[in-house]
C-alpha cells in the first residue's frame, strides 16, 4: 500500500491504536477520534470532534469489535460515547468505511445513510493470521496453568481448522505428544501425513484417559459429561471456541477438573500483532477496491 491517503480511526482498543501509529509510519495521514487514553506518536493527530476526523478521510476504520454494547461504538479506550448514527451520518457514500466484527444494528445503521461497511473480521487472511496469535496466547495460558513442560505432555486439539492446525504445529515444535480430532477422512490424512494421531471428534468416548492437556477448538458441545468423566484430575482443559463453546464447563466444574474458556486471545495476547494484521488486511481490501474501479 504506497499511495498515501487519509485514514480516520475512531474508537477501538490498543489493537487499533497500534494499528493508527503503523498506518502514520506507512506515510499515511492519521487523524484518531476516541482513543485519548492511548499514548500517540506526533505522527498521529488526535481530535476532539468526530466531524475533523471523518471528513478529510479516504478510509474510516471502525473497531472490533465495531460495538461495544448494542447501538453504541466501541470504545475502551476514551471517556466518549459515541452512537453509531452519530458516526453514520457523517460519512460520504464515497468513503470507504470497515468494521470489525459487524452485526445487524451496525448494518442497520449504516443502511439508514446508504453507507456499505466492510467487515475486515470476516476476512479469511484476518482469521488465518489471528488464528497464531491465538494459538500463542492458548500455549501460554498451557504453560501457566500447568506443572509440567508441554515438551513429552500428551495433548489433544479437538478440531483442525485454522486455529488447530496452527496450535498442532506449535504443540509438536515444543515436542509435545500430538493427537488432532476431526471428522471429515480428508482431515484425518492430513492429520497423518502432519505426523500427529487422528482421533474422530465423534468417536471419543473411552479414549480421553492419560491426556496432560485437552485443548478444544470446535465451536459445538462436543465435550460432554460423559467425556469429562474419562478425564484426569491433573488434565488442564482449554476451551477457545467461541460461544456456544465445545466443552461442559458445568459438568466439569461437578467433576472437580480444571477448565478454561480462553477467549479473545489476539486482543490480549499480541494486540501490536493483531494491530498489524487488520492493517494488513485493510491494505488488501483498498487493493481489490483500486483493482476493481
Ligand atoms: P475453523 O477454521 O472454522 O475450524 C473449526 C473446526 O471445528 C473445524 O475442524 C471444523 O470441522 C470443526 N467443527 C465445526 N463444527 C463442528 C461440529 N459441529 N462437529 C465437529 N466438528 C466441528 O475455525 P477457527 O478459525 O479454527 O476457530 C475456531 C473457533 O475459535 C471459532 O469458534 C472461532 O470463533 C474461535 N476463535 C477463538 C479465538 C480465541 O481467542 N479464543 C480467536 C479466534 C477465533 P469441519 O472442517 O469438518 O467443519
Not at 487499533?16 to 506515510?27: C, F, H, I, S, W
Not at 479437538?158 to 480428508?186: E, N, Q
Not at 474419562?230 to 488434565?235: G, S
Request: net charge negative; aromatic share 6%; with cysteine.
Amino acid at each position: 500500500m504506497n499511495k498515501p491517503i487519509t485514514f480516520a480511526v475512531i474508537g477501538g482498543d490498543p489493537r487499533q491504536a497500534k494499528m493508527a501509529e503503523m498506518l502514520a509510519r506507512d506515510g499515511h495521514k492519521v487523524l484518531a477520534f476516541a482513543l485519548e487514553k492511548s499514548e500517540m506518536p506526533p505522527c498521529i493527530k488526535q481530535v476532539s470532534e468526530i466531524r475533523e476526523a471523518i471528513f478529510p478521510a479516504d478510509c474510516i476504520v471502525l473497531p472490533l469489535p465495531v460495538t461495544g454494547k448494542p447501538g453504541y461504538l466501541n470504545t475502551p479506550l476514551s471517556g466518549e460515547v459515541c452512537t453509531l448514527d452519530e458516526v453514520f451520518r457523517l460519512i460520504g457514500k464515497k468513503q470507504l468505511v470497515c468494521a470489525g466484527r459487524v452485526q445487524a444494528d451496525t448494518r442497520e445503521a449504516a443502511e439508514k445513510y446508504g453507507i456499505e461497511v466492510i467487515d475486515y473480521f470476516a476476512r479469511e487472511e484476518l482469521a488465518i493470521l489471528n488464528a497464531v496469535c491465538t494459538a500463542e496466547g492458548a500455549i501460554a495460558i498451557a504453560m501457566d496453568n500447568t506443572a509440567i513442560t508441554l515438551c513429552n505432555a500428551k495433548i489433544l486439539v479437538l478440531g483442525f481448522g485454522r486455529i488447530g492446525k496452527v496450535l498442532a504445529h506449535r504443540l509438536r515444535g515444543l515436542g509435545a505428544d500430538v493427537y488432532v480430532s476431526a471428522r471429515s477422512h480428508a482431515d484425518h490424512a492430513w492429520i497423518k501425513a502432519y505426523g500427529y494421531k487422528p482421533m474422530h471428534t465423534y468417536n471419543l468416548v473411552g479414549k480421553l484417559k492419560d491426556f496432560d492437556v485437552i485443548i478444544n477448538t470446535i465451536p459445538s458441545l462436543v465435550v460432554t459429561e460423559e467425556l469429562l468423566a474419562e478425564v484426569d484430575k491433573d488434565c488442564l482443559l482449554m476451551d477457545l471456541a467461541s460461544k456456544p463453546g465445545g466443552i461442559d464447563f458445568a459438568a466439569a466444574a461437578r467433576l472437580g477438573l480444571s477448565a478454561i474458556w480462553a477467549l479473545s486471545l489476539p486482543g490480549e495476547a499480541a494486540p501490536f500483532t493483531s494491530g498489524e494484521i487488520i492493517r494488513d488486511t485493510i491494505y488488501n481490501i483498498l487493493q481489490e477496491r483500486e483493482e476493481n474501479s
